[in-house]
């Protein structure tokens, strides 16, 4: 009883710290309309800014910049090195913040089911996410002297504006190295009854440093797309915490968290998969398939809400500034989502691919194969979709015989409603896989089987013709107004198919017959390089999206407000991007290549016979 | 060693694929190059040229067509002058236009003052305009580039163009701000700078405008901080409130301001 009493506070307790660190996540934001005060407003306020300046309060101006207040070094190009190294940066952040998270879930699942595949699975992750650490600080110890020598006068408009935060950031790392160490050398130590709920402590601990880690450096760089705590003529007078909490802060570290898990289950599935093509004996083929499983799992779990959180940060852009939203989706950057349809379109299909692939290790997955060809050419339709541009590159003689910009058929495919439609579609297709997935090797014994499945049919069924009007009623019929707004709504109704049919299906098949032993390792090499293109494509998403979402300050270092005046000061164009991002994702994956390397040799141990002198 | 070399070889084709598509599987539109500030004399231009300024900063540093177009995202302008009237009239207006002039320019810097239905921000009930003010921010039009573009729109929208063109220089040519030049050193010259002087007295009994202030070190500094940063809050016997005006906190630097207080407090 004690024990559990323990238990209890203790578990209060980690949901106390942890709340503790997120809650300022959540708390609403100035809106843009508050951020831009009345002029009476203003001149009270500078009024009242002019009083703190006497009362030795904080002042700091914009910096107004020539291009000679820019360092160079002769054969390097400094835009393009701060880029690569702030690329790089992001992406090992992105992966060792959201390891431990689902470290941390596995753990406690190992722990609950007293599975120790589980733990010992969970082990070999952070195993792999320490070395990334290392890197990951190196790398943002390079972005900060790449800035430093480059970029002086904004390091120091930022520091300025950002000091207390980054000596907070500062002294975090500290606590993150400290926890992680433990976490991770402490594994084998604190095991077993309350050893390792206090380990499991340390987990938590550890995703709410990073979490915090993560929030501050969001808070710099939204700042720099949606400055708030300026006066208008861009003067800070020193309330750091509006600057953090700016209009884009929660957005993007929402869309951050949930993009993280998803990259982070895609990294850890490259390195299943690495080591599933190396494995010497069925053990560790069985053994790293189930963990590539896992991945995979992990990877698609954040990968369905993840154009949700997306579409909020876009819609938050929007309500923030309407310039910066057309910026977005229909300027000079239209294009580039077109590209990233081809890229998540990539994601969804090696995730599919790698569960079909995956219902060959169940002698019961037979009855589900004819649907695979269904749910195929409904991904491969909706991603089509998605794909088709609303204008097409033409020549004037195509331009004239087609009779205008927009194809007569395939035009219509090209605006958000369309995509909207084609994305539910897309999510729903891959539940669909999962779920299959899911049943294949079970055999449900309740009552109610049948009209279970109807339920889920004609849930099914109800949704999608929902999705499809709400799509093409609100899409194509009615006033522009509503076109992007029934996006809700069928958001919505995927939303509910999905929660639905989990709670349906987790009824049913309790206490459900297994048909027989999964067998692991059943698996074709082929299959493996689905998990790589899921991790390739993922970092180049990542690496893309970067871009735009930097580019659309345009020739501003923070929007509107600090003026960029250096040589490279240009946006530039697509192709440019894409050339740099490729070049990040090649050097990415080779220092990852390496990282997965080193985690192996970590193990080996070799004895060199006749080396060493005989000890007595 | 083969499987490393494999999976090298499908992250380069993977990359590569990508890389391929960006490149030659979608337009190439090259971004435009950042503004550059021109120098207009203003003082050689007909009203025709005027107007054609005006247009080109409506297409081009307005990032007006950005919203204004046919894609439906703002009301297209074409008729802002034949409307006018109309919305002046209108009881969601909310602002102090007389003429079509004023009306413009009204929606220019303040937009928010009428709202055409269905173009206001998500959720404001068309209270709120999502334009921002031109004048300010990453648009940052100067006074004789927003009556290049009021006469502009007056000229499209096919009403009288009633804007004069302004004998201050155009972009470019701007005095500096307030935030960017030096703080003053001496009291005399914050006095000087800001034409305190024009109102009121500093020394001797002379009458003035506002009070004469050769004596009003008797006062607390907190006092004399407050007359300046908020001048309706104590209104001085004999003397009309709304003289003075209210915005020496935007344009006193901290330095300024105690300069001046300490003088004044030295005053007795």
Known sequence: ?616 | MTNFLKVFAFSILSVGAFWGYSNFGIPTIIPAPPPVEEKLDLSAMTMDQFISLGEKIYNGKGTCTLCHNSMGRAPMLDTIGAKAEEHMKSPTYKGTAKTVEEYIHEGLVKPSAYVVAGFGKAGSNDTESPMPDVTGGGIGLNEAEVAAVIAYLQSWSGVEVTVAIPAMPAAGAEAPKAEEAAPLKTADEVIAKHTCGMCHTFKGDAASLGPNLSKIGKKSKEYLRQAILDPEAVIAKGFAGGMMPANYGEQLKASELELLVNYMAGLK
């Open chain 1, 1 to 616: 009883m004690l024990t559990r009493n323990i238990r209890l506070i203790g578990g209060a307790f980690l949901l106390a710290v942890f709340a503790i660190f997120m809650l300022p996540a959540f708390t609403p934001a100035a809106s843009a309309s508050e951020t831009a005060a009345s002029a009476a407003v203003v001149v009270a306020d500078a009024a009242a800014s002019v009083n703190a300046e006497a009362a030795g309060g904080v002042s700091i101006p914009v910096p107004q910049l020539t291009a000679s207040d820019y360092p160079t070094i002769k054969g390097v190009n400094s835009r393009v090195a701060v880029w690569l190294v702030a690329q790089l940066h992001l992406w090992f952040g992105a992966f060792v913040v959201a390891v431990p998270m689902f470290v941390f879930i596995i753990e406690a699942i190992g722990m609950a089911t007293r599975d120790v595949r589980y733990d010992n699975m969970a082990y070999e992750f952070i195993k792999v996410s320490i070395a990334a650490y290392s890197l990951t600080a190196l790398l943002g110890g390079l972005l900060s002297f790449g800035l430093i020598l480059f970029y002086p006068d904004l390091f120091k408009y930022m520091a300025a504006i950002f000091k207390e935060s980054m000596w907070a950031y500062a002294l975090l790392f500290f606590a993150e190295s400290a926890v992680l160490y433990v976490y991770y050398y402490g594994w084998h130590w604190l095991q077993g009854g309350n050893k390792k709920w206090v380990h499991l402590t340390f987990g938590l601990l550890l995703n709410a440093v990073g979490c915090l880690l993560m929030f501050l450096a969001n808070a710099w760089t939204t700042f720099m797309m949606s400055p708030a705590g300026l006066d208008p003529a861009g003067v800070f007078h020193g309330d750091t915490w509006a600057a953090i909490h700016n209009f884009l802060w929660n957005p993007i570290n929402i869309h951050r968290v949930v993009a993280n898990v998803a990259y982070g289950g895609s990294i850890v599935g490259a390195y299943a998969a690495f080591k599933f093509l190396n494995a010497k004996n069925s053990g560790e083929r069985a053994h790293y398939d189930w963990v590539g499983y896992n991945a995979n799992f992990i990877a698609i779990a954040a990968l369905l809400p993840l154009p949700f959180a997306g579409y909020y940060l876009t819609a938050e852009m929007y309500a923030y500034s309407q310039q910066m939203g057309i910026t977005l989706m229909g300027g000079v950057f239209a294009w580039i989502f077109i590209i990233q349809a081809v890229l998540i379109g990539a994601l969804f299909l090696s995730a599919n691919y790698y569960l079909w692939c995956g219902m060959g290790r169940s002698e019961g997955a037979k009855r589900y194969y004819p649907a695979i060809k269904y749910i195929a050419i409904v991904l491969v339709a909706s991603f089509l979709v998605w794909f088709t541009p609303h204008t097409l590159v033409l020549t004037n003689a195509e331009l004239k015989s087609l009779g205008g910009p927009y194809h007569q058929y395939l035009g219509v495919l090209g605006i958000m409603p369309a995509k909207n439609t084609a994305v539910n579609f897309l999510l729903l297709g891959t539940f669909l896989s999962f779920m299959l997935y899911r049943r294949a090797n079970k055999v449900a014994t309740v009552s109610w089987v049948k009209a279970g499945n109807a339920a889920q049919i004609a849930l099914f069924v109800a949704g999608a013709i929902n999705i499809m009007i709400l799509g093409l009623y609100y899409g194509y019929f009615t006033n522009t107004v509503y076109k992007v707004a029934a996006s809700i709504p069928q958001v919505l109704t995927t939303l509910v198919i999905i929660i639905a049919s989990v709670v349906i299906d987790s009824f049913m098949y309790k206490g459900a017959k297994e048909v027989a032993p999964l067998r692991w390792g059943r698996m074709s090499n082929r299959s493996q390089y689905a998990l790589f293109l899921l991790a390739v494509s993922f970092t180049w998403l990542m690496g893309l999206m970067g871009y735009v979402r930097s580019a659309i300050r345009q020739h501003w270092h923070v929007s509107n407000v600090f003026r960029d005046n250096s040589p490279d000061a240009f946006t530039p164009d697509l192709g440019y991007a894409a050339n740099i991002v490729s070049i990040g994702t090649l050097i990415f994956m080779t220092m990852v290549i390496f990282v997965f390397w080193l985690s192996t040799i970590g193990g080996k141990h070799v004895v060199a016979k006749g080396y060493w002198k005989e000890q007595a």
